[in-house]
């Protein structure tokens, strides 16, 4: 598919918050009721939170723009039974007025048994608004890349891994290594596990959708009552049925990230995972260096997003030249 900037700031902006107020929310709920130490002091958490939330408005805002009319968006909440895009939007205006509270609660140092239901229903939306966003492209069979368990797996992880970054950021410079740091590099190498193996299958031709079996000839063709099993034959593109470029043709047909994709996988590789898995281990507290990582980080998350869309394969590629999907 052709990979609209919009779309992909859209996945890395708000999964990285909804990962941030997650694990924000989480520590919380942890030192509070579990007995956890708490990873910093509640007001700076406050300003952790509000980033998250930020990172989660402006990826929504982003979406707007992919829209053919933005003054529209709020339609997209007319569908909920039926369509993710539908219950993402329920979901996301539903988190966001949670998170504020919760961010508020955190500034204001409530007391936690006067917030836990700020800390949980925050955790609890955040997890269910991305979940929803990956299932927006998980649930669509026409593009077999996308139509499977890997895509919201990946989503989580990678939401959780570049918050965890985040978190670490803003927490180190005043209270040091917390135990923060030790999940965030245990997040980055299992979605470093997690994108190979989706780039595997995304490559591979496993579920792959033949032209022959988009015709209805799978099993070949032969004459009408014919006792016989059709003959197997290979069916071939006679005529595109156009001859300028269409909306299909630029959004499915056209887009193929060919020798680049050595390249994005490559840096995403060190952006998102050797970068700051190394700030990680190596303790470096300094502001700055922390800036950089998390920039750095989302860096190559738009990469990977880029490539996330441009491998897809839309079935109706079949119809206009691809042997296969």
Same mark, same amino acid.
């Given at each position: 598919m052709h990979p609209a900037l919009s779309v992909i700031a859209f996945t890395v902006l708000s999964g990285a918050g909804l990962g941030t107020l997650a694990l924000v929310a989480l520590a919380d709920l942890g030192a509070s009721y579990a007995?956890?130490?708490?990873?910093?002091?509640?007001?700076?958490? /406050?300003? +952790?939170?509000?980033?998250?939330? #930020?990172?989660? $408005? @402006?990826?929504?805002?982003?979406?707007? =723009?992919?829209? *053919?009319?933005?003054?529209?968006?709020?339609?997209?909440?007319?569908?909920?039974?039926?369509?993710?895009?539908?219950?993402?939007?329920?979901?996301?205006?539903?988190?966001?007025?949670?998170?504020?509270?919760?961010?508020?609660?955190?500034?204001?140092?409530?007391?936690?048994?006067?917030?836990?239901?700020?800390?949980?229903?925050?955790?609890?939306?955040?997890?269910?608004?991305?979940?929803?966003?990956?299932?927006?492209?998980?649930?669509?069979?026409?593009?077999?890349?996308?139509?499977?368990?890997?895509?919201?797996?990946?989503?989580?992880?990678?939401?959780?891994?570049?918050?965890?970054?985040?978190?670490? /950021?803003? +927490?180190?410079?005043?209270?040091? #290594?917390?135990? $923060? @740091?030790?999940?965030?590099?245990?997040? =980055?190498?299992? *979605?470093?596990?997690?994108?190979?193996?989706y780039w595997r299958f995304a490559r591979s031709d496993e579920g792959a959708i033949s032209i022959e079996q988009a015709l209805g000839v799978a099993r070949g063709v032969g004459p009408p009552g014919a006792r016989r099993a059709g003959s197997v034959m290979a069916a071939r593109l006679l005529d595109a049925g156009h001859s300028k470029g269409t909306f299909l043709t630029r959004e499915f047909v056209n887009a193929d990230p060919g020798s680049r994709r050595t390249v994005v996988r490559f840096a995403f590789l060190v952006a998102s995972v050797v970068v700051p898995g190394v700030w990680l281990v190596a303790g470096i507290g300094d502001p700055l260096a922390g800036g950089v990582v998390v920039l750095c980080c989302l860096a190559g998350l738009l990469a990977e997003r880029w490539l996330f869309f441009a491998d897809a394969k839309h079935t109706v590629r079949l119809f206009h030249g691809d042997r296969s999907t």
């Open positions: 007995g956890w130490e708490a990873i910093a002091p509640r007001p700076t958490l /406050a300003i +952790v939170a509000a980033t998250g939330l #930020a990172l989660v $408005v @402006a990826g929504l805002f982003s979406s707007t =723009l992919h829209l *053919a009319n933005p003054r529209n968006a709020w339609r997209s909440a007319s569908r909920f039974r039926t369509s993710w895009l539908s219950r993402e939007a329920v979901f996301a205006m539903m988190l966001l007025p949670v998170a504020a509270a919760f961010v508020v609660a955190l500034w204001l140092d409530v007391r936690p048994r006067r917030m836990w239901g700020w800390s949980a229903g925050t955790l609890l939306l955040a997890w269910t608004v991305l979940v929803c966003t990956a299932m927006i492209y998980a649930s669509l069979k026409p593009i077999r890349q996308w139509h499977t368990l890997r895509v919201p797996v990946a989503y989580a992880v990678l939401g959780h891994a570049s918050g965890a970054v985040i978190v670490e /950021a803003f +927490v180190r410079p005043g209270s040091g #290594a917390t135990c $923060v @740091a030790s999940a965030g590099v245990a997040l =980055l190498v299992a *979605a470093w596990i997690v994108k190979e193996e």
